[in-house]
């Protein structure tokens, strides 16, 4: 997940990002009065791990996500302050039951210089839509079953859903399109961008950095956004900084010209008066591998495991004591569903009882070590309250590639960290419940809750907001299980030092406003 702030991200943390919503990119500054803004330059801005492959389908990652922004468009966009669709690609829309329809602006062209089409954004759908290509968007941001068609001469793309989609839109706004040679051949788009956005990757060094020019003549970013803005940089570089600590007293220095904390690290870039802007995300989610071979597959271990852990002092700890425990598993504002499906169904903190179960358990756990010092510290405190219930967790910070490397593919892990970010409860559910990746699927714990897939069929069957209690009913089935466990949620803020930008959830580069010295 638009992880308008953080969409399978953050799209603002340090973690694994299911989709983006929108936010309402609260900021603040030192100064007073109107910024003066310098035409061209370059703007670098640090992320905390690699990206990875490139293909905009292919992952939901935080760091692809936030490089998307800069290469790629998506059909509509979520308004962070109202949680209204608003223009992008498609300067109209319409839902009619289980038919959505599209009418993309004109004038639209890619990178290449080529028209971008109705038929290449319905190639797009399909090519989502088609489980043998394994984006993990499908189910999350494009509805399971849904087939698209395009007339060009109309300019319209009709999505034929199996079933009613209450949020369906907001899915859409955080699909990436890809042109039509990206789209013929999937391995170009390794080393270079074939999209609509605003800017165009002319330089990849992964591990280290991705650099992008601006692209001229770009009119139709998220409610009509241009490239011809004073103020706009020439160049953005997203370099690579793994070390919270590191990339902030880059930006202290002015090396870089933004950088997100979710760590202690902010309260200094505080002190000193940067710009800032902040959006909700959550930032703590533990996660059990329910497959087979794994002692997690034991529900009496996952509650165990629940039970030692003091979840409130471990939420104070993992946000530096500057969050909240979390109350819902779409966290993203403007969340479509507000309430508090977590801390009531929550098991109750009781480590005796937990020491039956996890006796002799040996387990190994995942968290980000890009997450910053704060989460590190609550991974060190989880493994002194597993151990003291006499467990045995092997504790292990991996970076980002490694992590979805596990959870996605060697399936070596028991216990997890790994955020999801999101502003729609529909957007979860493929990771929630149905197939696990050996039969196609995003589930990729294993998770199998009949109460919780009882309450999504009848979420799903109503319209929009009318279903946000049975929603919400759904998800605490799975908190009381212990099937899954949200714990933190936090303000996570990314500051600047020579430029101003919005963030709401993810990076949005249409909004960069280099500063005159």
Partial sequence: MKLAA?????????????????????????????????????????????????????????????????????????????????????TDW???????????????????????????????????????????????????GAT???????????????????????????????CESGMKDR???????DGTGPYELTEAVPGDHYTYKIRDGYTWGPNG???????????????????EGTAANLVLSGEINAVTIQGPDAKRLEAAKLFSTSTPAMVGEQWYNHNDGHGTSDAAVRMALTQALDLKELASVATAGAGTQATTFAAIQPVACPGDSITPALPAHDADAAKTALAGQKLTFLYSSAAGSAVAAAAELAVQEWTAAG?????????????????????????AWVPLNVNSPDQLVPFLSGPGLADGGTNFSGIDNADYTDGVTAASAMNGTDGCDTWLGAESKLVA?????????????????????????????????????
């Fill in 6 to 90: 953080p969409a399978l991200g953050v799209c603002i943390t340090a973690v694994l990002l299911a989709g983006c919503g929108g936010s309402d990119g609260s900021s603040s500054s030192d100064g007073g009065g109107t910024s003066e803004y310098a035409d061209g330059g370059t703007f670098t801005m640090s992320m905390a791990g690699d990206p990875g492959k490139l293909d905009p389908q292919s992952s939901a990652s935080t760091q692809l996500f936030a490089v998307n922004q800069l290469g790629y468009d998506n059909l509509v966009w979520v308004d962070g302050k109202t949680g209204e669709i608003q223009s992008q690609l498609a």
């Fill in 148 to 178: 698209a068609k395009g007339d060009d001469a109309a300019g319209t793309v009709t999505i034929t859903l199996t079933d009613p989609a209450p949020f369906v839109l907001n899915g859409l706004a955080s699909l990436p399109m890809v």
């Fill in 187 to 193: 391995t170009s788009l390794a080393d270079h961008t």
């Fill in 94 to 144: 319409k839902v009619d039951g289980k038919t959505v329809t599209l009418t993309l602006g004109k004038g639209i062209t890619c990178s290449d210089g080529s028209d971008f089409t109705a038929t290449t954004a319905a190639d797009n759908l399909n090519y989502v839509g088609d489980p043998k290509n394994k984006s993990p968007y499908l189910g999350v941001f494009l509805p399971a």
């Fill in 481 to 517: 299980a212990a099937d899954i466990v949200p714990f933190a949620n936090n303000e996570v803020k990314t500051f600047g030092n020579g430029a101003e930008f919005e963030y709401p959830g993810t990076f949005m580069p249409t909004s960069v406003r280099m500063l005159a010295k």
């Fill in 391 to 415: 467990a045995d967790v092997t504790a292990k910070p991996v970076d980002e590639t490694a992590l979805q490397g596990a959870i996605f593919g060697t399936g070596d892990w028991d216990i």
């Fill in 225 to 243: 956004a241009t490239t011809d803005e004073k103020g706009m940089p020439d160049t953005i570089v997203m370099k690579i900084v793994q070390n």
